[in-house]
């Protein structure tokens, strides 16, 4: 394959984002116009992302949808969700990076993740936690200030701290996010959203079906559609389906794969019933889509 073809979406660890050396499992530090790595967008990471921004202005692109920047707003990205950003030059802030490993310190609940309504998220949106209350913005402004210098100083307990900073810093977000209506029960059934949604970002490129992937939520494909259905108005095979859109998407706009090679890729065994898939979903032929955005 030439490299042409290999420019697919990048995947990032957080160590290309880092100034040290070595396996990194957390970064926290100013983000500013001086803040620049060797990175191409639009990419995605294997890791969580909180975006703080104080200052400035621009647009935040995640998974195709387009978020507009504005001060005091918080932005928040799960593993293998794909973005893009375009800055002004005032921009200021704070960017806390984390893998799940360095999340899961000293948790005996190894869903705890889940329990934060802005990662996996089970709208179709992920929309920024917007702060307008200034107590809200300096406490924290304050942690994330804290979590640098606890950084930069590197010191025997800086990890600790930094690591308690993060759970902070999540529980205090969630407490300001919007929360959506619903007794156990519904909580329950966005639980096992998540963690759908989490199995077809981390397993899309085997193209299941809705059976598969109760399979591996131990329930039955029943149960599944009828709690997606139930939490987000949508079917199990909408939310499969909507992600594949999305990664043929990005094989037709950031790669020079043939429509033949993106089908291999993404296990689509017939070509016809690829094309038509797509058709369907997008209004268009997969080459038309191409020629269009070019």
């Known amino acids: 394959m030439s490299s042409s073809k290999s420019k697919s979406v990048p ?16 970064e926290v530090e100013v983000f500013d116009s001086n ?7 639009p990419h995605r990471h294997d890791f969580f992302e909180i975006l703080f921004l104080t200052n400035g202005h621009g647009m935040h692109t995640i998974d195709f949808k387009d978020y507009t920047i504005k001060p005091n707003s918080i932005f928040f990205l799960s593993p293998g969700q794909i973005h893009s950003i375009s800055l002004s030059k005032d921009i200021y802030g704070y960017i806390f990076l984390f893998s799940p490993e360095f999340f899961l310190i000293n948790k005996t609940d190894k869903n705890k993740i889940f329990e934060f309504p802005f ?3 089970t709208s179709d949106e992920n929309p920024p936690l917007e702060l ?3 107590n809200d913005i300096e406490f924290l402004k304050q942690l994330f200030v804290k979590g640098c210098e606890e950084n ?3 010191a025997p307990d800086s990890e600790e701290i930094i690591h308690a900073i993060l759970d902070l810093i999540l529980m205090y977000c969630k407490k300001l996010y919007p929360q959506q209506s619903g007794g156990s029960g519904m909580k329950k059934g966005r639980l096992m959203v998540k963690k759908f949604k989490q199995l077809i970002e981390e397993r ?4 299941f079906s809705v059976k598969d992937y109760a399979e591996l939520l131990s329930v039955t494909p029943n149960h599944l559609n009828e709690t997606v259905k139930n939490v987000m108005g949508r079917t199990a095979s909408d939310l499969i389906e909507e992600k594949m859109i999305i990664e043929i998407k990005k094989l037709l706009l950031h790669t020079d794969l043939t429509a033949t090679e ?3 890729t993404l296990n689509f065994s017939d070509q016809s019933y690829f094309s038509k898939f797509f058709k369907k979903h997008v209004g268009m032929a997969p080459g038309e889509f191409r020629a269009d955005k070019k």
């Open 11 to 26: 995947l990032y660890g957080i160590e290309i984002f880092s100034r040290k050396e070595g396996k990194r499992q957390y």
């Open 35 to 41: 803040r620049h790595f060797e990175v191409h967008y």
């Open 119 to 121: 990662f996996y998220n």
């Open 204 to 207: 899309y490129k085997e193209n």
């Open 262 to 264: 993106v089908a291999d």
């Open 132 to 134: 307008s209350n200034a």
């Open 152 to 154: 930069i100083a590197h």
